[in-house]
């Protein structure tokens, strides 16, 4: 019996000597945690110029916003704040975590648009995928009365937009965004003020910059550049302020451009930036959940 016992024990110590030491070599392999990076921008939009960012599925993104007349118009008209004001409401919803649709309504020209939003590429956090991108198409229809003399189809009304903005984020900080833009107006003379009336097609790019100053504070900066040779063609420049508050993002910004509809803002006559022509306005964005 005390033989058995001691044979045992001699067994036991010489199956852990090789089984300790044949664990001990098993390769270990970390796991690498991956997902989309957070946050590139704060909004869906630099004031009316989309950005990567779009409602996931089951939100809702309300939008208000609003531009004013020049600052250089002077005290007597509050530095544009009397001039009137170019106003869009918008809702967003995501259908998917993938796609969203928009609609929304602008005073200038009464404009309707349905947009949707495509997201192609996100950026990862193991940057196995370095950028994100985006498609946005979208229609739209101008609903202002036109005078008697000019008979205008509901075809004559419409106007195409597409856009596909591309970005990455740099560290928690900063972040770069490039959009190749195009606008199709079906007809144009005589009641939109288009910068060349001769044209139906527009194109643009827009590059745009964001820094964040605080936890939940960031100042953006979008340069947008016409292509081509139209008369009459200038770029266009935005700086904003923004500024989240958990359920709200709020922009503060100065802009060369009064139009809120991005079509019309391509095609749209802006002030000359050697000028510093610029208007204030602001936006007040919602982020609503429905359902689970």
């Known amino acids: 019996m005390q033989r058995t016992l001691i044979l045992s024990s001699t067994l036991l110590l010489l199956l852990c000597s090789i089984t300790l030491p044949a664990h001990a070599q098993l390769d270990r392999t970390p796991v690498v945690s991956e997902s989309p990076v957070d ?6 939009r630099i004031a009316s110029h989309y950005t990567v960012i779009q409602a996931d599925q089951g939100e809702l993104h309300s939008s208000v916003m609003h531009v004013f007349g020049p600052i250089d118009s002077g005290i007597g008209n509050l530095w544009g704040l009397d001039m009137g004001a170019n106003v869009r409401l918008s809702l967003q919803y995501g ?3 993938r796609f969203s649709l928009e609609l929304g309504r602008t005073r200038t020209d009464k404009v309707v648009d349905l947009t949707g939003r495509f997201a192609l590429l996100r ?3 193991t940057d196995r995928m370095p950028i994100s991108a985006s498609l946005v198409t979208s229609a739209n229809v101008m609903t202002r009365r036109v005078g008697f003399l000019y008979d205008y189809s509901l075809a004559d009304r419409m106007a195409w937009y597409a856009a596909l903005p591309i970005s990455r984020k740099f560290g928690p900080r900063f972040s770069l965004q490039i959009s190749p833009e195009i606008a199709r107006f079906n007809r144009m003379e005589p009641i939109l003020v288009l910068r060349d009336p001769s044209e139906q097609t527009y194109l643009s790019i827009a590059a ?3 820094y964040m100053v605080g936890s939940s504070t960031s100042v953006s900066l979008l ?3 016409p292509i081509g040779e139209s008369e009459g063609a200038k770029p ?3 700086l904003s302020l923004d500024i989240n508050t958990g359920g709200h993002v709020f922009q503060l ?5 009064q139009a809120l509809n991005p079509a019309w803002q391509i095609a749209g006559e802006n002030s000359d930036l050697s000028d510093f022509a610029f208007r204030f306005g602001f936006n007040i964005n919602r982020v609503f959940m429905l359902g689970d």
């Open 39 to 44: 946050l590139p921008f704060l909004s869906s």
């Open 95 to 97: 259908v998917t975590d």
């Open 123 to 125: 950026q990862l956090t």
């Open 208 to 210: 745009a910059a964001r």
């Open 223 to 225: 340069l947008s550049r």
């Open 236 to 238: 266009h420049a935005t």
């Open 253 to 257: 910004f100065l802009s060369t451009s």
